[in-house]
Nanobody, 123 residues
Framework: QVQLVESGGGLVQPGGSLRLSCAAS????????VDWYRQAPGEERALVAA???????NYAGSVKGRFTISRDNRKNRVYLQMNSLKPEDTAVYYC?????????????????WGQGTLVTVSS
């Protein structure tokens, strides 16, 4: 079964760094576009970073210059490098990926959410 799992969250001090990973597993031909979202307590889930199938990247203004999204197509993984973390970055981070999966002799596109990983930025 196709699955998407985030990892790498944890507690970090302001100014510190974390690298989140989003790993896709299953009968996957390719990980296409991937978005990173975050959701703080009591807040709406918000888009943080995005990477397209051709590696075009976009970032929310609040994280631009601090976060970097990248991918390793061979490993079916996408990363979010987070530097200069601020307390307001505290949230559960989710990846949302468009996966090209094998179904019999054809390919299909699936939109899949990960379970989330908690990032806490606090002194």
């Amino acid at each position: 079964q196709v699955q998407l799992v985030e990892s790498g969250g944890g507690l970090v001090q302001p100014g510190g760094s974390l690298r989140l990973s989003c790993a896709a597993s299953g009968r996957i031909h390719r990980v296409s576009a991937v978005d990173w979202y975050r959701q703080a307590p009591g807040e709406e889930r918000a888009l943080v970073a995005a990477i397209t199938s051709d590696d075009t990247t976009n970032y929310a203004g609040s994280v631009k210059g601090r976060f970097t999204i990248s991918r390793d197509n061979r490993k079916n993984r996408v990363y979010l490098q987070m530097n200069s973390l601020k307390p307001e970055d505290t949230a559960v981070y989710y990846c949302n990926a468009t996966l090209i999966v094998e179904y019999e002799t054809e390919y299909r596109y699936l939109q899949v959410w990960g379970q989330g990983t908690l990032v806490t930025v606090s002194s």
